[in-house]
């Protein structure tokens, strides 16, 4: 059957995107399948062009294949006319793509109500048994409000591991969920039938198998493993933690909460009973929003696509907190940002990246947009790419290599000629577009451009400048952001060469290099702009701490370290800070400072050390600090670092140390033993003569 140019009714919004193929009998071919608010679009995928659209009125159904040979395909049905139509497709996310249309089948043309309610109970995390209703569907478990009808949250098919039975408490049984088995438990006298029929509904609706476990488990295994496998110590201990109010369709109005931090986990715990309310993984987090209407509400979103939103008079550092938390656990997507992801740009689930061809596509719309504007292709682009970069920017020798690196050039010259008034365009556009510029640059022929392209590193360069003007903290952080991916390579295989001519074009201009500082110095005495104070210590931290600044020029990084070392009473009111990534971040500078700088600067450092009570702090972090967590260790081996370098050669720091510990203890600092080696190097996280004896034997000169 022929694609018919049909428009989308006025006021359908795309809410979710899938790239897949359609099957028809011309062959097989690429299509964007997008579920809407009103109806479903196919868009060809190169042009952006609608293809074919069914309002919701004359969309019979959508379901798995049962007959097909492959479990990724799936058929819809639709009218036309007086009968009924059929189209198929396929993608690797068909449970993910039914659901989200399944969400709107109350539209569906005829569609008849499978659903079965059952009477239950839940228990609930303050351990109170709640009557419940849950609501068995054909795309999930809806547990609905007993008293107001209101649905209060959807267990999906699509997310639920599985089912299991818990004897010793009558009619009792968990719902296995979230990609890392955390138990929610019910009860119910009818659970046979109830587990009967999502079973069933799973299977025939969206095409998964789930099953109830053969053993059942205890009400103490429960309670042990409530949390599934971030049950443990670990995953549970604070590592930093905030006190919020949380919003939730479930209350009226906000509820207090404790945020904590964690090595794995975002915990939420009621602060009355200190009961954990919450855990979801720091793997899971896909951005932080910062509002720009109230200064202290802020959303987090997920990768499974839902988002939690909530209010602190500390956002700034909370969300800074957060975020070096979610990237220290081995998630380098997650970013900050200013306004909600729009999933119904991006062309699958947040939780995987983009087909190859997907990121094509958009390299190519960012300079020649088809039928959109140019900062619609931004977002799109955006949608789409990995913060982290492009996750399919080839780096081997060839021909596709050098066809990759030509689009990825072609996109930044784009960037840089489409952007705009940058004293007039918004806020929320000016981020775009850095963020895209710092998704480029983090590929290595993005990284290569900055000093290879005739120009780009003036026009970057202009850019920055302005945005800086406008004292905005989002864009001032995305705007230092991209200049860090510049300073430290975020690819792998990457030359020490270009990432010292980068630094080399960076570092060059001290007018610019004062603006930042004076930028720095003005948060940290004002005790604001924690984003921008944390990207201005990488910024820094890839200049002047090693292992990184032995890519520095030696006259660059000098001039810096003297123009940092001006500002030492400011380095350290930050060891005061509530966070720990800036405490560390504050550190390595301090270090950099007193370990690079002539004599008369390491004295400054060490008497504003004891003036401003940052030796007697440290101190307690280097002896006390007991954790598994990489983040905890590395300040404690940074503490250690500088609670020496503070003491040496200085008298009044010792007679501290001398009123404070044993004599038979402090004299350990002359024994002439060996330093046990049982701990691993946390700072110096890069081998560069490695590295470079490995670009020679490559035939590349460093």
């Given at each position: 059957?022929?694609?018919?140019?049909?428009?989308?009714?006025?006021g359908n919004v795309d809410v979710a995107s899938y790239f897949t193929t359609k099957h028809s009998w011309r062959g097989k071919y690429k299509r964007i399948f997008a579920v809407g608010t009103k109806g479903?679009?196919?868009?060809?995928?190169?042009?952006?062009?609608?293809?074919?659209?069914?309002?919701?009125?004359?969309?019979?159904?959508?379901?798995?294949?049962?007959?097909?040979?492959?479990?990724?395909?799936?058929?819809?049905?639709?009218?036309?006319?007086?009968?009924?139509?059929?189209?198929?497709?396929?993608?690797?996310?068909?449970?993910?793509?039914?659901?989200?249309?399944?969400?709107?089948?109350?539209?569906?043309?005829?569609?008849?109500?499978?659903?079965?309610?059952?009477?239950?109970?839940?228990?609930?995390?303050?351990?109170?048994?709640?009557?419940?209703?849950?609501?068995?569907?054909?795309?999930?478990?809806?547990?609905?409000?007993?008293?107001?009808?209101?649905?209060?949250?959807?267990?999906?098919?699509?997310?639920?591991?599985?089912?299991?039975?818990?004897?010793?408490?009558?009619?009792?049984?968990?719902?296995?969920?979230?990609?890392?088995?955390?138990?929610?438990?019910?009860?119910?006298?009818?659970?046979?039938?109830?587990?009967?029929?999502?079973?069933?509904?799973?299977?025939?609706?969206?095409?998964?198998?789930?099953?109830?476990?053969?053993?059942?488990?205890?009400?103490?295994?429960?309670?042990?493993?409530?949390?599934?496998?971030?049950?443990?110590?670990?995953?549970?201990?604070?590592?930093?933690?905030?006190?919020?109010?949380?919003?939730?369709?479930?209350?009226?109005?906000?509820?207090?909460?404790?945020?904590?931090?964690?090595?794995?986990?975002?915990?939420?715990?009621?602060?009355?009973?200190?009961?954990?309310?919450?855990?979801?993984?720091?793997?899971?987090?896909?951005?932080?929003?910062?509002?720009?209407?109230?200064?202290?509400?802020?959303?987090?979103?997920?990768?499974?696509?839902?988002?939690?939103?909530?209010?602190?008079?500390?956002?700034?550092?909370?969300?800074?907190?957060?975020?070096?938390?979610?990237?220290?656990?081995?998630?380098?997507?997650?970013?900050?940002?200013?306004?909600?992801?729009?999933?119904?740009?991006?062309?699958?689930?947040?939780?995987?990246?983009?087909?190859?061809?997907?990121?094509?596509?958009?390299?190519?719309?960012?300079?020649?947009?088809?039928?959109?504007?140019?900062?619609?292709?931004?977002?799109?682009?955006?949608?789409?790419?990995?913060?982290?970069?492009?996750?399919?920017?080839?780096?081997?020798?060839?021909?596709?290599?050098?066809?990759?690196?030509?689009?990825?050039?072609?996109?930044?010259?784009?960037?840089?000629?489409?952007?705009?008034?940058?004293?007039?365009?918004?806020?929320?556009?000016?981020?775009?577009?850095?963020?895209?510029?710092?998704?480029?640059?983090?590929?290595?022929a993005g990284f290569g451009a900055f000093t290879q392209i005739p120009k780009f590193r003036e026009k970057v360069g202009i850019k920055v400048v302005k945005a800086?003007?406008?004292?905005?903290?989002?864009?001032?952080?995305?705007?230092?952001?991209?200049?860090?991916?510049?300073?430290?390579?975020?690819?792998?295989?990457?030359?020490?060469?270009?990432?010292?001519?980068?630094?080399?074009?960076?570092?060059?201009?001290?007018?610019?290099?004062?603006?930042?500082?004076?930028?720095?110095?003005?948060?940290?005495?004002?005790?604001?702009?924690?984003?921008?104070?944390?990207?201005?210590?990488?910024?820094?931290?890839?200049?002047?701490?090693?292992?990184?600044?032995?890519?520095?020029?030696?006259?660059?990084?000098?001039?810096?370290?003297?123009?940092?070392?001006?500002?030492?009473?400011?380095?350290?009111?930050?060891?005061?800070?509530?966070?720990?990534?800036?405490?560390?971040?504050?550190?390595?500078?301090?270090?950099?400072?007193?370990?690079?700088?002539?004599?008369?600067?390491?004295?400054?450092?060490?008497?504003?050390?004891?003036?401003?009570?940052?030796?007697?702090?440290?101190?307690?972090?280097?002896?006390?600090?007991?954790?598994?967590?990489?983040?905890?260790?590395?300040?404690?081996?940074?503490?250690?670092?500088?609670?020496?370098?503070?003491?040496?050669?200085?008298?009044?720091?010792?007679?501290?140390?001398?009123?404070?510990?044993?004599?038979?203890?402090?004299?350990?600092?002359?024994?002439?033993?060996?330093?046990?080696?049982?701990?691993?190097?946390?700072?110096?996280?890069?081998?560069?003569?490695?590295?470079?004896?490995?670009?020679?034997?490559?035939?590349?000169?460093?």
């Amino acid at each position: 059957m022929s694609e018919s140019k049909t428009i989308p009714k006025k006021g359908n919004v795309d809410v979710a995107s899938y790239f897949t193929t359609k099957h028809s009998w011309r062959g097989k071919y690429k299509r964007i399948f997008a579920v809407g608010t009103k109806g479903v679009t196919t868009y060809n995928p190169g042009t952006l062009e609608n293809t074919n659209h069914w309002m919701y009125e004359e969309f019979v159904s959508i379901g798995p294949n049962v007959k097909a040979q492959t479990t990724n395909e799936f058929s819809i049905v639709f009218r036309r006319g007086k009968k009924n139509e059929s189209m198929r497709f396929s993608t690797e996310h068909r449970a993910d793509l039914v659901t989200e249309a399944m969400r709107f089948k109350e539209q569906f043309c005829g569609y008849k109500s499978k659903s079965k309610r059952f009477n239950c109970y839940k228990h609930h995390w303050s351990e109170n048994r709640v009557p419940v209703i849950l609501d068995v569907n054909d795309c999930g478990i809806d547990q609905v409000n007993a008293a107001t009808n209101k649905i209060l949250t959807t267990y999906y098919y699509k997310d639920i591991e599985g089912f299991t039975q818990v004897s010793g408490y009558p009619g009792g049984f968990a719902i296995i969920y979230g990609g890392f088995s955390r138990l929610h438990l019910f009860a119910s006298d009818q659970r046979d039938d109830l587990l009967k029929y999502a079973i069933e509904c799973a299977g025939c609706y969206i095409g998964i198998t789930l099953r109830t476990r053969k053993d059942p488990i205890t009400f103490d295994q429960f309670v042990l493993n409530r949390f599934g496998k971030y049950s443990d110590d670990n995953s549970m201990t604070s590592l930093a933690e905030f006190n919020v109010q949380k919003y939730s369709q479930r209350h009226v109005d906000p509820v207090r909460r404790v945020l904590c931090l964690t090595e794995t986990c975002l915990v939420e715990r009621d602060p009355a009973t200190y009961n954990t309310v919450s855990a979801k993984p720091l793997c899971d987090v896909f951005a932080l929003v910062r509002s720009q209407e109230s200064p202290q509400i802020f959303f987090i979103e997920f990768v499974k696509g839902y988002q939690r939103k909530f209010s602190s008079t500390d956002r700034d550092n909370l969300i800074a907190s957060v975020l070096d938390g979610v990237r220290a656990s081995g998630n380098r997507d997650a970013h900050v940002k200013m306004t909600f992801s729009n999933r119904g740009l991006r062309h699958a689930p947040y939780y995987v990246p983009v087909d190859e061809e997907v990121e094509a596509h958009h390299l190519k719309f960012l300079a020649s947009p088809p039928s959109i504007s140019f900062a619609d292709a931004v977002v799109r682009f955006n949608s789409n790419v990995s913060y982290s970069g492009l996750l399919h920017a080839v780096t081997q020798d060839g021909f596709f290599t050098d066809n990759k690196e030509k689009m990825i050039n072609v996109a930044l010259l784009a960037l840089l000629a489409k952007e705009g008034d940058q004293n007039t365009i918004s806020a929320v556009e000016l981020e775009s577009q850095f963020q895209a510029l710092r998704r480029l640059v983090a590929s290595k022929a993005g990284f290569g451009a900055f000093t290879q392209i005739p120009k780009f590193r003036e026009k970057v360069g202009i850019k920055v400048v302005k945005a800086l003007k406008r004292q905005d903290d989002g864009v001032t952080h995305a705007a230092i952001d991209m200049l860090s991916a510049l300073m430290q390579p975020m690819h792998d295989d990457y030359d020490l060469r270009q990432e010292q001519l980068n630094k080399t074009s960076l570092l060059s201009s001290k007018k610019f290099l004062e603006s930042l500082l004076d930028l720095f110095s003005t948060h940290v005495v004002r005790g604001t702009g924690a984003l921008v104070i944390t990207s201005l210590l990488d910024f820094l931290t890839f200049a002047l701490c090693a292992p990184y600044s032995e890519t520095t020029d030696g006259n660059l990084f000098d001039s810096l370290l003297e123009q940092v070392a001006g500002k030492g009473r400011v380095l350290y009111k930050l060891f005061q800070h509530p966070s720990m990534t800036v405490v560390k971040g504050a550190g390595l500078v301090m270090k950099a400072i007193i370990e690079e700088g002539d004599a008369e600067i390491a004295a400054k450092m060490q008497d504003l050390a004891l003036a401003e009570g940052a030796l007697p702090r440290h101190l307690h972090t280097s002896m006390f600090t007991t954790s598994s967590d990489g983040r905890m260790l590395t300040n404690r081996q940074l503490s250690r670092h500088l609670v020496a370098l503070w003491v040496t050669g200085h008298p009044t720091a010792m007679a501290l140390l001398k009123r404070i510990l044993p004599t038979g203890l402090l004299s350990y600092l002359d024994c002439n033993d060996k330093v046990p080696d049982k701990e691993r190097d946390l700072i110096n996280v890069r081998d560069n003569l490695k590295m470079a004896q490995v670009y020679v034997l490559l035939g590349t000169t460093i």
